[in-house]
Structures are given as C-alpha cells and as structure tokens.
C-alpha cells in the first residue's frame, strides 16, 4: 500500500503512536493505538479507525437491513439480521394499533422463513435491536434472491454516491436492495440478468480491497453481451 | 436443527419451482452427485484414514485397529464399530454434548450399511478363539455439514477401511503383542455404497445439498454391494414414498452407487 | 554418550546438542497455519504444529441458549477442546475426557483477557477445537488455531494470542517438546502469550525445574510463542489481504 496513512492490520497490531484520537475498532494502550480487528486502518485528521474486514453487522439506528423471520411469540416476530443479537418486529408495526394477541394472528402477516426489508427502529446494547417495517418501501419480500455479502463490503457494493449499483443495475436490468447487514435482495425478469447481477456483486464482495473495481465490474458486465 | 439453518421461503419457493422445469437449484441433474472428492491416508498416525468432500459437506473418517475382547456369543469374529459425530464446528445448530437422535441415526445407518454388506470378514481377524480378537473402529468426524452426511460418512468410512493396514499380533503369555512392520490390507470381500436420495413432491434428487435438504419431503439411504444386490435401507423424513417411488431409488442406488465404488477403489491406490 | 531423563533407548540430546528427532534445542518443530478453512463456520483455521493437526471453528457473537447463562454486562467465552477417537495411538472413547474438559478451561481462560466481550453483553462466542492428531503440546497448537479463527471471524480482540510450550530434558531447556521428550523428559511448560502486550494468559507446568530454570523454561517458551504469531500473522495475511483473495 502506497498510501502510508492506510496499513493491513490484525488484533494487536500497533498502528502508530502520539497524540490521537480512537475512534473504531481501535484502543488506547499508553500512547500507542492498537488495532482489534482484521483490516485496514486509516489515519485521517487527529483520529484512528480500522475498517474491519469480517465480523457481523452492528445495528445502527435507521439502518436498512434486510431480514429472514425465525420465529415469534404472540406480541412479535424475531428476525436474524445478521447480526449478533436477533431483531424484533413488534405486531403493532404491521397490525396498529388497534393490534389484538388474541384476535389477530401473526402468521397471516409474516411467517417463518420469510424475508423483509426493515429499518432499525432503535438499537443500544441492552436490548435487542428493534425494527419496523411501517414504511411504504419497507415490507415482506415477494420475489428475487438473497445473496450474502460481509456488511464491511457494503460501502463499496453501493459505490460513492451510489454509482457501483447503479452500474451494476443498468448493465443488468435488475433491481437490488442492499441491506447495511450485509444481505442483499436481487431481483430481475431475465435469468441472466439475475446471474450477472450475482457475479458482480460477488466480485465487488471478493476484490473489495482492490483499485478501479468499478472499472472491472463494468467490463465484466459489458463482456459476453447476449 | 435451529434458526440458522431455517432456509428463505423465496429460496424453498425457487426450489420447487425449478424442479417443476427438471432443474436443481445447483444445475445438477436429478440423479448426479456434487462434487466428491476422497482423499486417503490423512491421519497417518491412524491405520487408516479418509478425508472426503462432497460438494460443501466435509468429513474426517479414522480407523483404529486395536486387540479387543471378542462379543459374548461371536468369539471366532473379529470386531467392527463405526460411529459419527457432527462435530460443533461443522453448522451454527451443532450443538456440543452427548448425541441427539440425528447423530445417533447417522452413525447406525453408516454402521449398518458397512457392516450387513459383510465387507470386513470378521472370521479373518481372530487371534485367540473366545479371547482376542482384532477391533476395527472406523470413526466419523463431520466437520462442514451442507446436507447428506450419510453418504459423506459412509464413503469416508469406506475409503479409510480399504485403506487401511492391520497390524500383526503375536501372542506372548496370553497376551497380544504387535509385531512392527509386517502390516497386511483388511480382509475386505465386497465395497459397499450407500446412496442417498431425497423426495421434494413428485421428483427424486440424488444427493441433496444443504438447502435442497430444509426442503425435503422425505429421504432414502440405500447401500448396494460389489455384486449389485441391497444390503441396507433406510427411510427417514415427516413423510413417506410410493411403491413405483421406492423401485425408482432402488435402480437409481444401484446404477450411481456402481460409478461411486470405482471412485472409491481408486482411493484406495494412494489418494484422490 | 546417552543423556535422558528416564531408561530409554532414546537419545534425548547428544553431544552436538542435537534431540531425538534432529532438532537444536531452541528449534520448534513444522508449523503450518491456515485461516478460514470451514464453510460454514463464522471463522476458522487449522494448524500442524508436529505431527499436530487441529482445527478450530468459531461462532458468533451469538444468542445465548439457555437464557440464564448469558450476562447482562458482558459476552461470554465457551470453548470446546475435543480429541477425535482416532486422534491417538490408542482410540479414545469419543466422549469427553476429564483432560478435555480442563484443557477446554485452560485455553479458554487464556482467550478472555485477548476477547473484547464487553462490547456483546448477552451474546456468546463458542470455540470449537478438535484435535484430529495428536503429538505433543496439543493444547499450544489448539490456542494458536483457536486464536486466528477468531480473528477471522472477526471478533475483536485486543490481542492475538499466541502460545508455544518449552521444557527440561536431558537437564537442558529446549523449547517445544515434542511426544517422546515429553514422556522421557523432566518438565513440560506451556505457554500461551500476547505478544502486543506482553501479556502470559495460560500457563502449566508438569515436572520440576529450580527457580533459575523457571525463568529460563518461560524465556525460552515466550520466545517460541513470537514465532508462532508470526504465522498467525501470515494466515491471516494469506487469507484477507492478498490481491484476488476472497475473504
């Protein structure tokens, strides 16, 4: 790596010394910044961070997650999101609040196995993750396929200001929404569009970390055109 | 098993739906395999060994060869155990602890399968009538579980047996001791392979992967040995087969299972 | 000149300064480390330390089954150290032995000060490690897989750890032990280390050694330890950060 502000690292790494501030996935350790986790770190202003290059998704509040309905009680519905605690989708959110325990029944609106688009409602370490689906573009997921990605590979999938997606949208008639967990929805008309969709964003998960991928992706999109 | 296992209902739709244009979700063909790869001879510290791939499923199989006290009523046999276990590392519902009933019908039917074929001629290793036998334990170690881990664990049980070399014994004072160096093959009459098959509606899949396997209906293990005849069945899964369903696997565990068994008899002649 | 420890045919050390199997006695034996070897894992490796083959796989931060062994304040560590029954010369009954499960605490106990778990209150990360063959110093190899497995899940960690035994044979410190020093030897050590910050998290010993051979059996131990993370290092290099290599 050129760039000397920007180092591989792995947990324990010393990444420099002085007076900085950490900020994520390192600690402070005397006045040495240590790294704690597999990646890249960047020395930017007066702060240090490492971009992790594995581990689950955080929850953030607002976030887009995409998720896959494991099981439910009679008040609510509990989704893996990918992440290390599991989400819950309170019946209100989709039944209002007029909602009845007794009365309505949760899997006439969402069962197991199916998977929706959410947004984290609200998310601290105490509890669990809270999700709604109230949202005109939030809700079950009627068609396409899930395809999994490590949420660390989610800014490049969406490109800056969106144009890796867009690109790979164009080039392949698709429609594809990115969850920040890492799991992404592709869906699309034409059987090769739907493989070529998949190859791109497999790529971008699998060169990430490599220069003018957005170049690459776009040639491979482009190369055996039907 | 658990949540993590529990497959997408856009993918189990997809599923069916490619089957309903004679496709598989993988592109195979109904009655192929996945990729099977069997290494031998990976344990060397064992006297036999295998190590088989098959797509994404990975097992380890061990053979220990060790003098043991022969079963009550079978002293001028030699003794054969075959266990499994689906080690915690191989799935996010793999729990650690004594098995459950999956594990424990794993290992009885990859047992079963290897034992009622008569591969191993027991009669072959007794080194004292009634007092000392030769024990083969052939032990499975699932390591990557992506569905069908019977034929995973038979093939690898299998290879690691034709593998393997049985030491010599000597009896001095009444008790068994090894001669270094003079290691013969295992008295092996026939190579038994088992085929698993699943039932999704009306169609029936050879080797089912791990999302194939969420999905299905029911499931078949049937072992064949060298001369083509059954030696082991075993149905499982909520529900059940026709007749004309469970002639249809028959043919089918013969004719695969024959490609299987040179697969294996390669495996023998130094891995791969 | 025949030294060792115990009758044997085996010569421990000879004149050279060279052991039983043509090692110095500063010289660990083979490593090979390999990280993210498992499918479905959420992180992995596998080490050949020796004849050692180990393989590690990690899950989580995950949900706590059952619910009242999760901690409010904090994530939990669980670790399984099992040996498979074709791992040893004699076959081991698959259960778990006594040794198993102490060695299971031992190597747990020397990841908890390494894992951030604080940061996952009422999560676990489980460790599983299976032995697949044995030779001696198994739970150092088991420590160093289980180590780079969770970093390649990507659980954070203050520190990798790394560990290496040393011990006395022939009256002589020797660093890592091999199978038949261990049982014709006067004292085993291992050794698990941080290597960032200097930390030793596990630590045993079986035999007897003077105070001034301590000292020295955990010099030379730590030393075989910052070799050990140099392959750590290098398998987790080889796995995320070489050009067309897939994480």
């Given at each position: 790596m050129e760039n000397t502000k920007r180092k591989y690292v792995i947990p324990g790494d010393v990444i420099t010394t002085g007076p900085f501030r950490p900020e994520h996935n390192v600690i402070l350790d005397g006045n040495r910044i240590i790294a704690t986790a597999v990646g890249i770190s960047e020395i930017y202003d007066d702060a240090v961070k490492v971009i992790p290059l594995a581990g689950k998704y955080i929850p953030k509040i607002n976030d887009l997650v995409i998720g896959k309905v494991i099981s439910h009680s009679s008040l609510s519905w509990e989704l893996d999101i990918n992440s290390c605690y599991v989400g819950f989708l309170p019946a209100q959110d989709v039944f209002g609040r007029d909602f009845s325990a007794h009365a309505d029944e949760l899997t006439s609106k969402l069962k197991n196995g199916d998977l929706v688009v959410a947004r984290i409602a609200n998310s601290d370490r105490s509890r669990d993750p809270l999700l709604t689906i109230s949202d005109r573009e939030l809700g079950k997921i009627e068609s396409g396929e899930l395809v999994k990605i490590s949420p660390s590979k989610v800014p490049r999938l969406i490109g800056k200001r969106g144009t890796m997606i867009q690109t790979i949208e164009m080039a392949t008639g698709a429609v594809i929404t990115i969850g920040q967990n890492g799991w992404v929805v592709v869906s699309c008309e034409n059987r090769d569009g739907l493989l070529k969709a998949k190859k791109a964003i497999q790529m971008v998960e699998a060169e990430a970390h490599i220069a003018n991928l957005t170049d690459r992706v776009k040639s491979m999109l482009e190369s055996k055109g039907e | 098993m658990g949540h993590a296992s529990l497959i997408d209902e856009l993918k189990s739709t997809k599923i069916r739906d490619l089957l309903e244009q004679g496709q598989r979700i993988d592109g195979r063909s109904f009655d192929q395999l996945r990729s099977l790869s069997i290494e031998t001879g990976v344990i060397p510290k064992a006297e036999g060994s295998a190590r088989v791939r098959l797509g994404n499923t990975e097992v380890v199989a061990g053979v220990k060869v060790q003098p043991d006290k022969p079963f009550p009523d079978m002293g001028d046999k030699g003794i054969f155990i075959c266990t499994a276990e689906i080690l915690p590392?191989?799935?996010?519902?793999a729990e650690p602890g004594p098995p459950g009933e999956d594990v424990i019908e794993l290992a009885r039917v990859v047992d079963r399968g290897i034992r009622e074929s008569g591969m191993i001629d027991l009669s072959q290793l007794v080194l004292v009538k009634d007092r000392s036998v030769i024990g083969i334990f052939a032990d499975n170690s699932v390591i990557d579980h992506d569905g069908n881990l019977f034929d995973a664990c038979s093939y690898a049980s299998t290879a690691a047996v034709l593998s393997t070399k049985i030491p010599k014994w000597e009896i001095k004072d009444d008790i068994p001791v090894k001669v270094e160096g003079q290691e013969s093959d295992a008295p092996i009459t026939t190579i038994p392979v088992s085929v698993t098959m699943g039932r999704i509606g009306d169609y029936i899949l050879v080797d089912p992967n791990g999302e194939e396997w969420e999905c299905l209906d029911a499931r078949i293990t049937i072992t064949t040995n060298s001369d083509g005849n059954i030696c082991a069945l075993q149905k499982g899964g909520h529900d059940g087969f026709t007749f004309e369903q469970l002639t249809k696997c028959a043919e089918i565990s013969i004719s695969v299972g024959a490609k299987i068994r040179e697969t294996l008899k390669q495996s023998k002649q130094g891995g791969q | 000149m025949i030294l060792g420890g115990k009758e044997s045919d085996v010569v421990l050390l000879d004149e050279n300064g060279i052991r039983c199997d043509g090692r110095k006695i500063d010289e660990p034996r083979r490593i090979m480390i390999k990280a993210g070897v498992l499918k479905n894992a959420d992180g992995s490796a596998y080490i050949e330390f020796g004849e050692n083959k180990i393989l590690a796989g990690v899950f989580g931060p995950r949900d706590v089954?059952?619910?009242?062994?999760?901690?409010t304040d904090s994530g939990i560590l669980r670790c399984r150290y099992h040996m498979s029954p074709f791992s040893v010369s004699e076959r081991k009954n698959p259960a778990p032995s006594r040794r198993e499960i102490e060695i299971s605490k031992v190597i747990k106990e020397a990841l908890e000060p390494a894992v951030m778990l604080e940061q996952f209150p009422r999560t676990a990360v489980d460790i599983f490690i299976e032995v697949l063959q044995a030779d001696g110093g198994s739970r150092c190899a088991a420590l160093d897989a289980a180590s780079v497995a969770l970093a390649d899940a990507g659980i954070p960690m203050r520190d990798m750890v790394s560990a290496c035994a040393a011990g006395k044979v022939a009256d002589t410190i020797v660093l890592d032990v091999n199978n038949e020093e261990d049982q014709a030897g006067q004292a085993d050590m291992p050794v698990g280390y941080m290597p960032n910050m200097e930390k030793i998290t596990l630590i045993q010993l079986d035999g007897i050694l003077t105070p001034a051979e301590y000292k020295k059996c955990i010099e030379t131990a730590i030393g075989g330890c910052k070799q050990v993370y140099e392959l750590q290092k290098k398998a987790l290099h080889d796995k995320f950060f070489s050009n067309g290599g897939n994480s």
């Open positions: - | 590392l191989a799935h996010p519902s | 089954h059952p619910k009242h062994m999760a901690n």
